[in-house]
T-cell receptor, first 116, second 115 residues
Framework: DSGVTQTPKHLITATGQRVTLRCSPR?????VYWYQQSLDQGLQFLIQ???????AKGNILERFSAQQFPDLHSELNLSSLELGDSALYFC???????????????FGEGSRLTVL | AQSVSQHNHHVILSEAASLELGCNYS??????LFWYVQYPGQHLQLLLK??????LVKGIKGFEAEFIKSKFSFNLRKPSVQWSDTAEYFC?????????????FGAGTQVVVTP
């Protein structure tokens, strides 16, 4: 158990719909990262938040957005869903309250999204 | 742009065989290097990491990796694999130009160990 919690574990929805994925980081971690894992693209970095603020952006589509709340949990919103958005979405966390940044990420078990 | 290359996409080998997975990165500055493993149906877990010091790093489950700075490589090895090592293995790089930043992952190598 990494200490990172993601919900839901599985989600099936239709094209055009909108979903929200939730992530609770490890206790004390300030940074949350979202990654998308698909068969053809591998593990792609989407976005990072640190203590409520966006820190880095990767290959995130405009239809996707994220935020980190004051309690440090994060949500990834995916809208106008397309078949190609079907993937496993991982959340990871790092950086404890002392500001130590070893670079290691701790991953949740992922949310598997299927768009039909 | 920075990149991480893993040489093999799929590796199939028998139990007790030796395993070596290649990883090269393209970044000239200081890096931290990682190998993560993803067992079927599970999340990514850290196998080992390199920050500084001895370039030969030992991780969990008998894995080790060697950092060769001149070759920009961080290859993963295990002398004798077991069926339970069947998993996908990811090399990842963190650069210090991006101090709070993300890990960049390679495409992964699917390893299948046959009994």
């Amino acid at each position: 158990d990494s200490g990172v919690t993601q919900t839901p574990k599985h989600l099936i929805t239709a094209t055009g719909q909108r979903v929200t994925l939730r992530c609770s980081p490890r206790s004390g971690d300030l940074s949350v990262y979202w990654y998308q894992q698909s068969l053809d693209q591998g593990l792609q970095f989407l976005i990072q938040y640190y203590n409520g603020e966006e820190r880095a952006k990767g290959n995130i589509l405009e239809r996707f957005s994220a935020q980190q709340f004051p309690d440090l949990h994060s949500e990834l919103n995916l809208s106008s869903l397309e078949l190609g958005d079907s993937a496993l979405y991982f959340c990871a966390s790092s950086v404890d309250l002392t500001g130590t940044n070893t670079g290691e990420l701790f991953f949740g078990e992922g949310s598997r999204l299927t768009v039909l | 742009a920075q990149s991480v290359s893993q040489h093999n996409h799929h590796v199939i080998l028998s139990e007790a065989a030796s395993l070596e997975l290649g990883c090269n990165y393209s970044y000239g500055g200081t890096v931290n290097l990682f190998w993560y493993v993803q067992y079927p149906g599970q999340h990514l877990q850290l196998l080992l990491k390199y920050f500084s010091g001895d370039p030969l790093v030992k991780g969990i489950k008998g894995f080790e990796a060697e950092f060769i700075k001149s070759k920009f490589s961080f290859n993963l090895r295990k002398p004798s694999v077991q069926w339970s090592d069947t998993a996908e293995y990811f090399c990842a790089v963190k650069t210090w130009a991006d101090s709070w930043g993300k890990l960049q992952f390679g495409a992964g190598t699917q390893v299948v160990v046959t009994p």
